[in-house]
């Protein structure tokens, strides 16, 4: 395979450009070369895709660059042969030709949507024109027999379940087990429960030659004149063809999971408004579920990228777990909040560790957000008397609140989290209860004998625990401690973490009725 990177440089192009920027993708190589962009497809074969041999990179070269004019043709300027000559290589040259290029104009960066969506700068004038142009395109693409066959029942199933297949791998590392079971059965359930519902979408017209990849990395904006979508899928009919409500639903998700929340249902709102697909709202959700689970499954794939340097790869991962957070939610799901609560040295720390591995979800340490708020390290020690210093009740006060708002933005994106501190006041634990009311609470009380609280304390003084309490401190605190009257008990699990049983277990028995791993 010919490592293009590195054998094309700027003299191997026509124009001569004084800037050359290269960007490799796993499936390929695009050459930025002053205003002009080549784009050369690596030989590979990745199953939904086969670029192996030269035929077949000619005839995507060409496919995308018919299928592309259809929203930009402007910038889609067609296919170039690239030659040999003497061990050196140029483009646009039929002399021995050995690969092929789509040339296209290069879209302006300031315009880039995923720009745009960073900045925070995207408004309802750039989603009317998104809207303006995908109404006549999903009204005049290509329908019926041959197309109509991607949206039944049949095929939508083998999408789905293909995901599901393809993400077996990463259960435990990017989505939990209990999710990843709810997501599948919620989806299952949906298809059966509505084979009508997909037949009237073929029936009504609504299966179409769409985009594919329909999200803000694929759209670019002259200013507020005009959008351009470009680089649809054009190596898979069955990922491109579809539902007409796939497509929206992706760059619906995209703008849910950049924080869009609002621009995401005007964009869904002034389409179905000016096309008149009413009954898209019933498959919208489903959907975005569908879409949300695709690009978890593709950061996962990223994410074993040996080629990929360690740090991409954990944000991969990291990012996979973020999307498969969004399909939970669209497949109903409800984040849990877990509550590890007792006294300094019970436990507390070391329980949530351990259900970290579990549930995947965020720990949100007392002892790290308090220190936080006055801008010290986690490792800092201040051993203050009890209820002084930045353990005073103000200081108390400030860190509950800023736990409790971190948790909240976490499970309204989807994340289960847990709380890790004392909660010993009964204000602290109504406030959680209050504030997030809309998750399922679950309340993990730690509590040990005092001889083995002790010992710990003991041992704390040889090892580099985060936490400044001590025996007195704990001493102090089992005076204070408010029992957890109001919890309801159904949802308060207690834990005598003096026992050398399996707690963890004992949590997920609970939790979600079946054993741990």
Partial sequence: MINWAKELKKESFPHKPQNLEIIQTHISYVFIADELVYKIKKPVNFGFLDFTTLELRKHFCEKEVELNRRLCPEVYLGVVPISEKEGSYELESGENIVEYAVKMQKLPIEGMMEKLIKEGSVTKEHIDLIVDILVPFFKNARTGKGIDEYGSIETVSFNTEENFTQTK???GRAINRWRYEEIVKWTRSFIKQNQTLFESRISGGFIREGHGDLYSANACFDDLRKVYIFDCIEFNERFRCG???????????DLDFHGFRELSEYFVNSYVENSGDRDLLKVLNFYKCYRAYVRGKIGCFTSDDQALPEEKRKEALETARKYFDLAYL?????PKVFVVFGLSGTGKSTLARALIKE???EWIPSDIV???????APTEHHYEPFEKGIYSREYTEKTYTKMIEIAKEAVLKGRDVILDATFKDRVYREKVAQELSFADIYWLWCFADDSVVRERFMKRKES???????????LAQKEKFEAPDEVDPQKLIKLDTSEGTDLIGRVIERVYGVESC
């Fill in 169 to 171: 791998g990463y259960v």
């Fill in 330 to 334: 669209y497949a109903e799901g409800k």
């Fill in 370 to 376: 308090r220190k936080s708020l006055v801008g010290i």
């Fill in 464 to 474: 580099e625990d985060i936490s400044d309490a001590r025996w007195e401190i704990y």
């Fill in 243 to 253: 539902d007409v409500a796939s497509d929206i639903a992706f760059l619906s998700m």
């Fill in 359 to 361: 549930t995947l979800a």
